[in-house]
């Protein structure tokens, strides 16, 4: 599709990366398998290279299955380029590892993803990286954490299992100021509800296993740089890793993508109703949805992001073990498990107090991460509400 004409998110999400005229008219980009990539002769091997990203090579670097995905993406997220990666943890490390060296000092939001926290306590602590966990609601403070050998200042927002907001302009300002580059996981936003790069991000990094795919059968990250530089700094880490992923799981992401928009209108309208019902019940103690207007992080959700997507959670009032597994065990609807941004719904217990070292998490209460799919909310609530009834149960 044409680049410069400002189509709207929904256009781009149908049109971006298909280039069916290049490809028979196909209207889906077709699946090509390769590990080997045959060269016309002698003076076209010679002149090979993988770099610049995005031509034929050889399979592990992709086939043009992997790029036209990777070109929809850095067109939706507003990047210079995208590379698609084997999972989402391959994505946050590949991205971090490519602007650290040893003697570097990070700062991590407190609020972050488990195996971000993993990779920064173990891999980056050996190699000689200083780790320091900040509050995810410091905003423009950040300055006071930001030191000379600051190389990376990662972000969440919002922040995994307890949603708090960043307020990623004012922590870009004052990161540039110490030129460390702004890391942002960006996946509760999917590539269209956020626009990262318009905030001061240089990287934003994407778990497509959760919306881009939005079936729940796929493993796939995305690493999208705002400028060209940065995008080759990610490649040749990329390259270094290894890193591969398969062109039937591109393709399935690409199928994936164009209906993105629908249904995150849907996740957003059905986790607000949800989410607001929630409220209302009187075995909840609070409902944590940047999307509800007494939420704290609410005026940033709505400055930043043109929506929400389905992910949020609720803390229940201090509940057993044995009672929590009488109302989990038995829902009809909502599954159990990792993962989310599919289109079923489901729940997940979880304890932050365990994980957090800058910040403290002492609510008593069982935290409640939710997915909300797309069944018909009034069902998602009756089978919400007989598990409360199943909660209050001898
Ligand atoms: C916010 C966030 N980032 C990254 C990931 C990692 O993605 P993947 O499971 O594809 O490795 C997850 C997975 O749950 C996630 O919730």
Redesign the pocket.
């Known amino acids: 599709m044409s680049a410069n004409k400002d189509f709207k998110p929904s256009t781009r999400l149908v049109h971006a990366g298909r280039r069916s005229r290049e490809y028979h008219g196909v209207v889906n980009p077709p699946v090509m398998h390769a590990s080997t990539i045959l060269f016309e002769n002698l003076e076209a091997l010679d002149k090979a290279s993988p770099l610049p990203h995005g031509k034929d090579f050889y399979g592990r670097h992709g086939t043009p299955t992997r790029f036209l995905l990777e070109e929809a993406i850095a067109e939706l997220e507003g990047g210079y380029g995208t590379l698609c990666v084997s999972?989402?943890?391959s994505a946050?490390t590949n991205a971090i590892l490519a602007f650290v060296k040893p003697g570097d000092h990070v700062l991590i939001t407190d609020s972050t993803?488990f195996?971000t926290r993993n990779l920064a306590n173990t891999f980056l602590k050996k190699f000689g990286i200083e780790v320091e966990y900040y509050d995810p609601t410091l905003g423009a403070d950040i300055a006071g954490l930001v030191r000379d050998n600051t190389s990376v200042v990662w972000c969440?927002s919002p922040g995994?299992l307890t949603f708090e907001m960043q307020d990623i302009p004012a922590i870009a300002r004052a990161a540039h100021a110490k030129n460390a580059k702004v890391l942002l996981?960006n996946?509760?936003a999917g590539p269209t509800l956020c626009r990262p790069f318009d905030l001061g991000v240089d990287v934003s990094i994407q778990?497509g296993?959760k919306y881009i795919v939005g079936h729940s059968d796929v493993?796939?990250?995305t690493i999208t740089a705002a400028t060209e530089e940065d995008f080759n700094t990610c490649i040749k880490q990329v390259m270094i890793s290894g890193d591969s992923i398969g062109p039937d799981d591109c393709y399935l992401a690409q199928r994936g993508l164009r209906t993105l928009n629908v249904r995150l209108r849907q996740h957003h309208e059905s986790g607000l109703a949800i989410a607001k019902w929630l409220q209302g019940r009187p075995e909840v103690s609070r409902v944590l949805h940047p999307g509800l207007p007494d939420d704290p992080g609410h005026a940033i959700w709505k400055r930043d992001f043109i929506g929400a997507s389905g992910l949020f959670s609720f803390v229940l009032h201090p509940v057993e073990r044995p009672q929590l597994a009488k109302m989990l065990d038995h829902m009809d609807l909502f599954g159990m498990g990792?993962?989310?941004g599919g289109f079923e719904s489901l729940l997940l217990p979880s304890a932050p107090k365990n994980i957090r070292t800058a910040t403290t998490w002492d609510d008593p209460g069982q935290l409640v991460r939710i997915h909300v799919g797309l069944e018909d909310t009034d069902d998602l609530i009756a089978d919400l509400e007989a598990g409360f009834e199943r909660l209050k149960s001898a």
């Open positions: 999972s989402g943890v946050i993803y195996p969440e995994s996981d996946t509760w778990a296993t493993m796939m990250g990792f993962s989310w």
